[in-house]
């Protein structure tokens, strides 16, 4: 399940997208804004050029979500230590338990598709996940270095 978790951030996968649990959160932020938060939760502080790219968003835009979540509490921006020209955005105590509280919403989702499949469904699942997640980053069909065993065919049933 963590492997699915660490899916959704690494590989841009949005999961707002299809999740009706976060209606109630998305009435104070944007599910960018979301996203936003949880990678910084799990990546610690980044600067604004890598947490763009991380979101797979433009500079430009990337400063845009900061500005707003810096208004509302979220996050601290500041110049970096090593390079004051680079500027380092922080979660703020307020943007920490937000994010914590999306991660325990993910979590959920993700046992309740747990519950739902057997091991070897969730195996198939999470093989054929990250497959799509290669081919909708790098723009084409790559073969897989997770993959433990060859793909099977599983009979699901409703």
């Known amino acids: 399940m963590q492997e699915l978790y ?5 590989t841009g996968l949005r999961p707002f997208a299809f999740m ?12 960018s804004d979301l996203s936003t938060l949880l990678i910084l939760l799990f990546r610690g502080d980044l600067p604004m050029s890598e947490l763009a790219a991380e979101m797979g968003a433009p500079l430009s835009s990337m400063t845009s979500i900061a500005k707003r979540l810096e208004r509302k509490g979220y996050i601290a921006r500041a110049a970096s230590v090593q390079d004051q020209r680079v500027k380092l955005v922080t979660l703020t105590q307020e943007g920490r338990q937000l994010a914590k509280q999306c991660e325990q919403i993910i979590m959920a989702m993700l046992s ?3 519950a739902a499949f057997t091991p070897e469904e969730m195996e198939q699942f999470t093989t054929l996940l990250f497959k799509a997640a290669r081919v909708f980053q790098d ?8 993959t433990k065993s060859r793909p099977m065919k599983i009979k ?3």
Request: glycine share 6%; aromatic share 4%; net charge negative.
């Open 139 to 146: 723009g084409g069909a790559i073969t897989l270095k997770e």
């Open 156 to 158: 699901i049933e409703e």
């Open 20 to 31: 009706s649990d976060t209606l109630h959160l998305e009435q104070n932020v944007t599910r």
């Open 6 to 10: 660490d899916l959704f951030l690494k």
């Open 112 to 114: 309740r598709l747990e």
